[in-house]
């Protein structure tokens, strides 16, 4: 069983920047974001697998977005720049232990999520 806890989430405007981080209770072989807008379904967004390889993004955040993890901290990032209206969203953190994939059903553990509020 790992857990897993969100943070960094807030308010920013657009153009702005805000570093999300997901601490993990153990070393999942694979971590992920997601996001869900309001009224929208859950939405992959980046992962990476255990050696900080694997590294995938939905189109809408390359080049904008990076993720990566600290293995010694358990801990997962996902640094966003240039952020738009259109980023607003919960950001959740998922895991799992061996598969790798960007469809929900791919990750066994998740977080509760953390609000993340583009606007001006």
């Known amino acids: 069983q790992v857990q897993l806890v969100e943070s960094g989430g807030g308010l920013v405007q657009p153009g702005g920047s805000l570093r999300l981080s997901c601490a993990a209770s153990?070393?999942?072989?694979?971590m992920g974001w997601f996001r869900q807008a309001p009224g929208k379904e859950r939405e992959f967004v980046a992962r990476v697998t255990w050696g900080g390889g694997g590294i995938d993004y939905v189109d809408s955040v390359k080049g904008r977005f990076t993720i990566s993890r600290d293995n010694s901290k358990y801990t997962m990032y996902l640094q966003m720049n240039s952020l738009k209206p259109e980023d607003t969203a919960v950001y959740y953190c998922?895991?799992?232990?061996?598969?790798?994939?960007?469809?929900?059903?791919?990750?066994?553990?998740w977080g509760q999520g953390t609000q993340v509020t583009v606007s001006s």
């Open positions: 153990g070393r999942p072989f694979v």
């Open positions: 998922a895991a799992d232990p061996q598969r790798i994939g960007i469809r929900e059903r791919d990750y066994d553990y």
